[in-house]
């Protein structure tokens, strides 16, 4: 039997990333926004599946991502928090 929540989910991973983000305070380490999407949404995400995501966002100009030692910390950008984005 096929499950569908593990075929696709209902939101881009982009906006998930963005909405867990918002809900930490707007800084959150790697290893728990893995946590907080299996938690609260209920499906794993590969690793590289998120760094492509967050490569992505990055890009756009809504995060920032910098390696501390063996994590990374993800927190919004200034241009995005002042709404220039």
Do not use: C
Not at 38 to 62: C, D, M, P, Q, W
Request: glycine share 6%; no cysteine.
């Amino acid at each position: 039997m096929v499950i569908l929540s593990e075929l696709w989910r209902n939101r881009p991973l982009f906006k998930i990333i963005i909405d867990e983000l918002a809900r930490h305070g707007g800084t959150i380490t790697d290893s728990e926004l893995l946590q907080s999407i299996k938690s609260n949404y209920g499906f794993e995400v590969s690793s590289a599946e998120l760094l492509k995501a967050l490569l992505t966002l990055e890009i756009r100009g809504y995060i920032v991502v910098n390696k501390i030692r063996k994590e990374y910390q993800i927190s919004f950008s200034r241009s995005f928090v002042s709404g220039k984005i």
